[in-house]
Structures are given as C-alpha cells and as structure tokens.
T-cell receptor
C-alpha cells in the first residue's frame, strides 16, 4: 500500500484565497483524521470521520474551515477565506478500528501551507 | 492548561547517551499511551504503545507508564544520530468510546550529536 497520500505537498497562497487540501487514506481504513501542526500549538486535531461521517469537528477553529469525505477513499479540508494565521502543516491520518490496541494512526506526509 | 504536557526541548545529547523523555497528563480516563516519532518534514510514525501502567521494552526503547502520577516516560538507550527527531506522546481512553481519538503532547525535539 502506498500509505496515506496528501496533495499538494506545499501550498503558497495570498490572504483571502480559497485553499483546498486533499487526502487519500489507506484502503480499508474506517477512520480519517485531519490535524494541524504549528510550533506554538503542536499537533491539533481538527476533525475526524468514521465511515465517511464526521464524528467530531470541535477542533475546527472557525467557520472558515470545512471538511468533507464524499467516499471512503477521499477527503478534503477547505479554508475559505484563508488568513496568515492559518499557515501550518496540515496532516491527514487514517486507521482501522479492529477492537484492540494500539490504534495506530498512519499519517500522510503533510501539506505545508503558507498564507501571505 | 493542556490535557497533555510535554517539554518542547530541544534536548541535545552525545551519541551513546541515554535519552529520557516524559509527558504528564490530567485526564484519568486515558489508558492507552503511545509514543510517535517524527522526522523533519515527515508525518509522525508510531514508535511504541503501552496499555495502563507498567513498562514495555523494544530494543533500545523503553516506555514506562505511572497512572497514579499521570506520568509517562520514554527512554532511548545507546542513542544514535538517527534517533534525532521530534518525539510526541499520545493518549487515548476507551478506544471505541473515544472514537479512536488521540490526544497528543506538543513534542520534544531530540538531537543526538555524533
């Protein structure tokens, strides 16, 4: 398996523009997570899905952020409009819940977003 | 106050030294404890996990959990330059009830000098 795939790997945009980040989880996994990582705040969970259904979006910072998972093999995280404080590395991770530990989450390589 | 606290470092040690990392937490419901390793410009990867209190050893790595003190540790023996990375602790309560959600510490950056 190719692992979790994220695109683009790098994104530079100007304030006010719409940004769409994409994720393809590992085939067969039933949970998908979106995280944001910054030096100041570390790794923060934004939202996660189970079987394509959003379960907990309490980490989404504002209404400017939205996430969708139209099918088991694709998810998007959209920021509209983007702001400089959104600059961070965004990770997607997936896992398969089989009833036991270690509940390993497999992370993608991340998208490094810079908003000017 | 964050649910999981971790010293950000950086922690610089000479090659061959023992690296000692730790996290404290406040949620007594946590029962699964994990350590993830993150190399520069990569995603985190699971290194070790433990369930409840106790020790677990895997090669040069030892993970310890003290639930009574809400304190977990990771020790790296005979450290190598290839161990230079950021180490993040992560925790979860009942897996199904928590929805497989993990709470991460902020990470400690480790630098092993040759």
């Amino acid at each position: 398996d190719a692992g979790v795939i994220q695109s683009p790997r790098h994104e530079v945009t100007e304030m006010g523009q719409e940004v769409t980040l994409r994720c393809k989880p590992i085939s067969g996994h039933d949970y998908l997570f979106w995280y944001r990582q910054t030096m100041m705040r570390g790794l923060e969970l934004l939202i996660y899905f189970n079987n394509n259904v959003p379960i907990d979006d309490s980490g989404m910072p504002e209404d400017r952020f939205s996430a969708k998972m139209p099918n088991a093999s694709f998810s998007t995280l959209k920021i509209q409009p983007s702001e400089p404080r959104d600059s961070a590395v965004y990770f997607c991770a997936s896992t398969l819940f089989d009833g036991g530990p270690p509940n390993e989450q497999f992370f993608g390589p991340g998208t490094r977003l810079t908003v000017l | 106050q964050k649910e999981v606290e971790q010293d950000p470092g950086p922690l610089s040690v000479p090659e061959g030294a023992i690296v000692s990392l730790n996290c404290t937490y406040s949620n007594s419901a946590f029962q699964y404890f994990m350590w993830y390793r993150q190399y520069s410009r990569k995603g985190p990867e699971l290194l070790m996990y433990t369930y409840s209190s106790g020790n677990k050893e895997d090669g040069r790595f030892t993970a310890q959990v003290d639930k009574s003190s809400k304190y977990i540790s990771l020790f790296i023996r005979d450290s190598q330059p290839s161990d230079s990375a950021t180490y993040l602790c992560a925790m979860s309560g009942n897996l199904e009830a928590a929805g497989n959600k993990l709470t991460f510490g902020g990470g400690t950056r480790v630098l092993v000098k040759p």
